[in-house]
């Protein structure tokens, strides 16, 4: 059994992951920390733990996390860089849900993260944990940066268009559209179920943290910058992500569906629906995939993508324990044979 | 008093009619109709209306309707156009909340409904019931045909921007959500609560019958026919349409505001926000206003127009009463004094 | 016009107080407090005021307040007790939509809201707010106490049993079920959306601060103490109150139904429903009715009263501002003719 | 591996066998039947399945069906009792998730079912599949009745009180409130998102199905016949049911915590919650649990039990999966592992 600690695991990133270990076969869950719930047993916080777990919460403490193989960090950003560095050097694999690791461009970093970056050498080694792309670097990491939820819809349906191509890299346009999970767990007014049910809106239409993680990951897969518009909404349900996704064909083709099936072909998590569906965030929701459909409108010269994920399953705790999976040889789907809640 | 009558009262729009006539000063509800709905009354049906209406729907008969001022159909496509021909000659003012004279292309309209027009001089003579675009020929209109929801939404954020030549007018993106009422109140498995909470979806990527009105709206505007992408989605709520449109700005300034606040300054119903708000469709529930931001993300040559209203007030019956109140020359707000439901 | 102010204006009662207030023919809105918003103005903090109100919130002061003819406490317990025997002494009518003056045994006040009260005298004064008993001590009271939303829903559906002495008075069975916005606006984990949608659950089951409030109204109608089970649940939604009222006959009786109906025949806000039907919570979703069903399941001698209200207006400030009407004379339907949002 | 034959699966409790039966370790599903889907591919019914099954609906047929080793109905009253006989002759355990099989007096059944029985001998056989009750009969049954959901939780709740005869039977009190899953997937204008949604209200207050059902199971534990007064109620969520039950206790006494942990201590899917707590239905929601908790308000003489399951899971699917694990003698969990999605 692979031993792991996770820290933070009061938000809903860190119930996930425990929901999902529950049932993961070469998994134990060693130890789980928090600083605010010291001593109370994970399962009289989270009930439908109960009978799964018999852990408690303590303080986070790196030599008790260094006897793991592996570290999750489920914490807001800036915790995971504090600790990450030490638990490296001492052996341990350190899986990162927040967003200390995933740009590369550390100025760029802290103009959206609002501080310095304190393990620039890491941020540098850390491997962007989307099996998609980096399935090879993941399997000999030391640090796994796991993608945002927005980043992992968003990069999963432009990359076949981006990797070949085929639309104008300078506009592209991504309307996507959240549950309020995305927000986390923290007491807030504008998360009540009062303020954000039966009503929808945008968010962040002036600029939003994901926008350079994206832009990072569609300028490397095309080979030079990318023009991305990103307008994130809030949508009155708890969980998944709704990507819709625009671009320009260069060459408009009728061959983009079969495009997009062999990109994926082997891919246990992407799955491309047939032609003319459009897929819902329901039928991922509490499960590990991402579902896409693409479309051309009125035959035309515009292509639109649509791209769903459960952003607490694919977009952060499912991802994260893929990335857990590749890095220890093990199927990358153990643990990880979840079905969609549906209905 | 003016008399009206409504046709095909069971509906959403029907019922949301009743709602808003219920506290209008100068109207009285004198007729209303449903074929399997004889003789039951609506607020037996609706007991929202209980101790505001003490009628009964009738079998629609037109002699009856015609000893109205004016008729308003609620009714599905095809309803309205094989009634309103002889309403109309025999001098009640007919408005339409249907789909049958909104486009005046009839073949284009045969083709995306699905049936020959039937009254295609009156659908020559039909005046687009868009007060902040046709006010002056509403006035004097015999036969209005009310905007659709996504149309009014979408059409209303993008006219500042169009009838000005600001942006290019070939790649408009219009990607609109809309609360489930919206596909109406009919007995279907995909808008069950069970079917539709907890999940969002596109729907109608390849084409949408409110493509060819909204085109037709912009391109008067713009004085050129206009390329556009429309993608709507179904949002897990009940009323509110939210429209995200996006522009290339052929010349980025920084005057858009200022811009969109002159358009409407004199509009009862059309709400500039303060720059850099979000609006929240909750804001115009059971209201008639439609409430506007504009954004230009990373001061780029994107233009991004944020556009809410109630679907079934501004997009429906609410736009049908400012109508009758331009019509009869009423106060336009008579009314329409409504203030959005929040929380 | 009648000059009012409201205390505590960034609540959910207060928002609400100015929803209904907008459409007031009588009634102007002429102060309005927040001591954390002051400045701001309210149609900034809650959008769907705007057009409606010019006002920003200001700290709350005595002097101010006095210039106006009633003043609403929409505030937390504690606050209403310390301002409004001075407001009431300088000829303020004063209407608290809180807790502070419901309870006349004071002892038992302090014990369920933890706190000494430093007003008695007014406490011993202020006049029960709930029109549909003491309609003649509000119209010449200086105080009035707005009953709670649960209060309001079981008092009016036990009434016409207890005052007539028609089920055993210390078996009474009130199971009721709230939408979130009862909880308040304050942020709060356990009123999140993630926390509340899709779920279902009772609290304080062990006791809650509105059963010694029920239990002296209906004790009082009774003219004996009654034994009451009160179990108040959390309903996934926003606006309404379910309550379900349980009772054992003495002499069971086919004339429940009458009896209602002419206890509440000259109400304007009690609708008695027709035989076999049930109140739907959105019936009266926005509106100033409680309707009621009354049961006797297999004709059997247990009582079933199903009551339902909109928590936020006939169970505080439509209430309220029926209150208001009463205490100056005017229509008590005055401001008060909205219907319920349906769909 | 044990070969399952589904008889109706497009239904709720049918996609919610697929679900739970896509990771039995011991189970494969062979055949679905469906009469109107014939030759659809679940997997394109309901895309939550993509990737777990490749079956497609087909015709019932006995013959097919007679080659499973065991055969699930989730079908509407008056279809499994049409093929359950056959079944059964030939050897293959059946497993009725529908009402068929419920009730033993079958002219009660027929009273509120509206046909007539077809199957007397077979329905006096079937053990009726609540397996905290009935453990040692379903293991050798051919014929088992899995519960309703209401009657599961009500039962589950008022079990240990009834064994023991601690209340007064003749005044039991199942206030119940159910998601609108309960109500099935069929077209329904009053199942609509529109219809339901921030909504809540009882139905059936005169007299439910479930009535009969639960008043001989909770009539068999006391000994002698119990009088109920059982009213359900909608709320506007897909899963979950919370029952609120009440009773009078002969004896009032401290000692109910620890009667119900006894009673259910090697139960292991009843879940008896620390003293204090409220279960909350997402706690279970997608999980076989019910988590049921015990108040004794204000130490008086009424007992106050609240249970909660997941109305597709213990109360249809899950429970239906359990029997057959002790049917075929495999532990009782298999396959069962399911953890609640929180949130």
Known sequence: ????????????TGVELLRILANHPDVK??????????????ADMFPNLRGHFDLAFTVPDVDRLATCDAVFFATPHGVAMSMAPELVERGVKVI??????????????SRWYGM????PALAAEAVYGLPEVNREQ???????????CYPTAVQL????????GLIDHRRLIADCKSGVSGAGRGASVGTLLCETSESFKAYGAAGHRHLPEIKQGLSAAAGRPVGLTFVPHLTPMIR?????????LKDPTDGLQALFEERYADEPFVDVMPAGSHPETRSVKGANYCRISIFRPQDDDTVVVLSVIDNLVKGAAGQAV????????????????LVGLMP
């Open 96 to 109: 990162d849900l927040g967003a200390d690791f995933r740009i590369k461009d550390l100025e760029l970093w």
């Open 240 to 248: 998944g992500i709704h990507a819709t996704l625009y671009g320009v």
């Open 138 to 148: 993941i399997r000999s990491a030391r640090m796994i940066a796991c993608p945002g």
């Open 116 to 119: 310095e970056h304190t393990a």
């Open 322 to 337: 893929q990335n857990l999976n590749i890095l220890f040889g093990l199927d990358e789907r153990a643990g990880l044979n």
């Open 157 to 164: 349906g432009y990359l076949p268009l981006v990797e070949n």
């Open 29 to 42: 869950v060693d130890v789980i920390t928090s600083r605010s719930e010291e001593g109370i047993r994970v």
């Open 1 to 12: 059994m692979i031993k792991v600690g996770i820290v933070g695991g009061t938000g809903y």
